[in-house]
């Protein structure tokens, strides 16, 4: 696709259900990150992918979090057993791996844990 | 933590005045980027500036980087409605293999026609 696409755009949930949320990334783009943005906030790192390196997991917050990338392509963040405090803008982001490129990010996840 | 601080959290202007906004770092990068965010949702690559560049423009954009304060800004010029946004500066560590983005809290513009 011409961007990075993530699925749903918004989801609702209910406190204790598993939720799961997909990235797609640019074609060709072998990095690819994960950022949650509560309301009014910063963006909170949450996990970095890159190529076939082991991912760099120290952004997850609990262990209710995990993520994975299938065939280097696209991404599934998991979140077991929501709570009300997930609640936040999931963001996707995938870049060409080097220290001077831009990180292109798709619209986000709008997930609400009621 | 390596994230950048920007200054103001918010800041409202005029249209046609100039808006200027700060980032505060805290380790050595390879580079610093400025992204645009409307309304919550995906950010918007605007301008990279590279640690041995000091001033960068893009259109009504203009970058600043002092590496030796660790601290960057950004300049739009004659401001417009549009310019209505979130604005984030993002960094890498320096010699980092890691291709970590990290980002501030954001200033918050408002531009009132």
Redesign the interface.
Known sequence: GAG?SQSPSNKVTEKGKDVELRCDPISGHT?L?W?R?S?G???E?LI?F?GNSAP?KSGLPSDRFSAERTGGSVSTLTIQRTQQEDSA?Y?C?S?I?G??T???????TRLTVV | SQQGEEDPQALSIQEGENATMNCSYKTSINNLQWYRQNSGRGLVHLILIRSNEREKHSGRLRVTLDTSKKSSSLLITASRAADTASYFCATRDRGSTLGRLYFGRGTQLTVWP
């Open positions: 990075v990095a990150y950022y943005q309301l906030q910063g963006l790192f970095y890159q760099d803008v963001l982001a870049s791996v220290a001077g831009e990180a292109f990010f798709g619209q986000g």
